[in-house]
């Protein structure tokens, strides 16, 4: 019984850690307090625009190839100078907009993206 349990476990951990070890970081991170952006490219991104909610927004002038960039929720700001607060609002949806080094664009999106 002893011997059977220990297989199961043994094999349960090594299936865990084989599906782990496919999957790809996810770029884009939302936390209570923050939300992070990694440039997973080997290449430098420019004008870096990061929007929650449709219509918040925080910038960065780059992200270096491999770089994170950490935006406290506090930091993203609307049209009209209103701040985001994470004591009455949830992140939604995050949308990444940059420029790579060759001059395509670059977006990523997380949850529901913007609407234009």
Request: charged content about 25%; overall charge positive; glycine content about 10%.
């Amino acid at each position: 019984m002893y011997r059977l349990l220990s297989a199961m476990l043994v094999t349960g951990f090594l299936l865990a850690a084989a599906a782990c070890k496919g999957q790809e970081p996810n770029p884009i991170r939302v936390g209570t307090d923050r939300i992070t952006v990694i440039n997973l490219t080997d290449t430098a991104w420019r004008n870096v625009d990061v929007w929650l909610n449709d219509h918040y927004r925080a910038q960065a002038p780059e992200l270096a190839a491999g770089g994170r960039l950490e935006v406290p929720l506090g930091v993203f700001v609307a049209a009209y100078g209103q701040r985001f607060d994470p004591k009455k609002q949830i992140p939604a949806g995050v949308e990444v907009d940059a420029t790579g080094a060759d001059g395509k664009p670059v977006k990523l999106v997380w949850g529901k993206g913007r609407r234009r």
